[in-house]
Structure formats: C-alpha cells, structure tokens
C-alpha cells in the first residue's frame, strides 16, 4: 500500500472490554513502533519490533497491553479490560532501518475512548 | 527522552515571521536526528533531517541546526503560514540503538 495503514481509525467501547488495534506497515519495512498519544500530549513509546529480534516491550504501560507482529507483516494491540485513562490515540508506524539510519512512516491513529 | 504525560509547550508566532523550533537531545552518541510535523488528527510527518556529521540542512522553506556541543537541535520555518500551524517533534538516532527517540513536542501556533 501506500502508507501505514490502521483500522480502525475509531473505537469506543466499554471499561473492561478488550479491544484490538491493528496495523498493516509499508511492505518491506522491517521495523514497527506502537505509540500511545494523550490529548494536547506527546509522543509516548510502547512496543518496537524490529525484524526476527525480541521486541522491545519497555514502553507497555501495564500487563493489560501486549503486541503481536507476525514476520514484517501486520502488528496487532491488544488492550485488555480497558480502563477510561487508557483512552488515547495509538498511533503505529513503520521505518526501514538501513546502515543504522531509520525514517518512521506513520500511519493516521486509532482514537480509542473507554467509556 | 521519551515524552510522556507533559503538555506540549507552546510557541505562538505572527504569519510571516520566522519560527524557531528547540529541542534538546540527550544522547551525545545520537548519529542522525529527524524533525516531525503532526497537524491535527494526522499522524507525524517527516519533514527533515540531518546527520551528526553537518551543522546546517535546508530544505524548502526549513532548516536545521545541529549543534553537537551542546545537544541542541533547532527548525527554523521561513515566512510562517498557517498551514505551519502543528506539533513538531524531533527524534535522535544513534548506531546499534533499538529504536529512535522522541522529543516532548512543541506547539505551534500561527497568529493572523
């Protein structure tokens, strides 16, 4: 495609409901990055995956959050038992990562708001 | 450093004049930096960048200054209009590092 791709692009559910946040990267790119945004806020990193090396989970807020990304294909967000403050854009983007030297390609966010 | 849980900083500039963007980076080894332009509802986009290894990048209407010394990055936009009107983030780079590194974001605002 074109450009990082993520759907849904909104998403209202229920404290306690699990949600599930996908996102297609730009084929070929090797690295994926999920960010969490709060409104008026900044960028706040989560989960990195970066080719067949471990992902780096070191952002995740709680246990209730966990990624999938299966090869350099689709990555998925899961958030589990939803709680108001987890109400936020999440945003995902991809990069290829040449020689040390990466430019991430962002895709237009999922709004998600826990009511 | 990663921003998180700050409200942006806010820079507020007539249409026509210059704007300077800062931001402070924290790695000393950080090899490339990128600057992001996020307007709103949008995800970020690229603007520019430059490597460690120059002081000054210009792009249309933009340019970027490095200084290494003191770990400061700076965008200047020429002649602001209001499309210029978003959040920018710069982000830091280095050799061997698992991912980049976003700054807090700065808040741009065009006055008419």
């Known amino acids: 495609g074109a450009g990082v791709s993520q759907s849904p692009s909104n998403k209202v559910t229920e404290k306690g409901k699990d949600v599930e946040l996908r996102c297609d990267p730009i084929?070929?790119?090797?690295?994926l990055y999920w960010y969490r945004q709060r409104l008026g806020q900044g960028l706040e990193f989560l989960i990195y995956?970066?080719?067949?090396?471990?992902?780096?989970k070191s952002g995740l807020p709680s246990d209730r959050f966990s990624a999938e990304r299966t090869g350099e294909s689709v990555s998925t967000l899961t958030i589990q038992r939803t709680q108001q403050e987890d109400s936020a854009v999440y945003l995902c983007?991809?990069?290829?990562?040449?020689?040390?030297?990466?430019?991430?390609?962002f895709g237009s966010g999922t709004q998600l708001s826990v009511l | 450093g990663e921003s998180v849980g700050l409200h942006l900083p806010t820079l507020s500039v007539q249409e026509g004049d210059n704007s300077i963007i800062n931001c402070a980076y924290s790695?000393?080894?950080?090899?490339?930096f990128i600057w992001y332009k996020q307007e709103s509802g949008k995800g970020p986009q690229f603007i520019i960048d430059?490597?460690?290894?120059?002081d000054k990048r210009q792009g249309q209407r933009v340019t970027v200054l490095l200084n290494k010394t003191v770990k400061h990055l700076s965008l200047q936009i020429a002649a602001t209009q209001p499309g210029d009107s978003a959040v920018y983030f710069c982000?830091?780079?280095?050799?061997?590092?698992?991912?980049?590194?976003f700054g807090q974001g700065t808040r741009l605002t065009i006055n008419p």
């Open positions: 983007a991809s990069s290829l990562y040449i020689l040390g030297y990466e430019k991430l390609f």
């Open positions: 084929s070929g790119h090797t690295a």
């Open positions: 430059i490597r460690s290894n120059m």
């Open positions: 995956f970066q080719g067949n090396s471990a992902p780096d």
């Open positions: 982000a830091e780079g280095s050799p061997g590092a698992q991912k980049l590194v």
């Open positions: 790695n000393s080894a950080s090899d490339y």
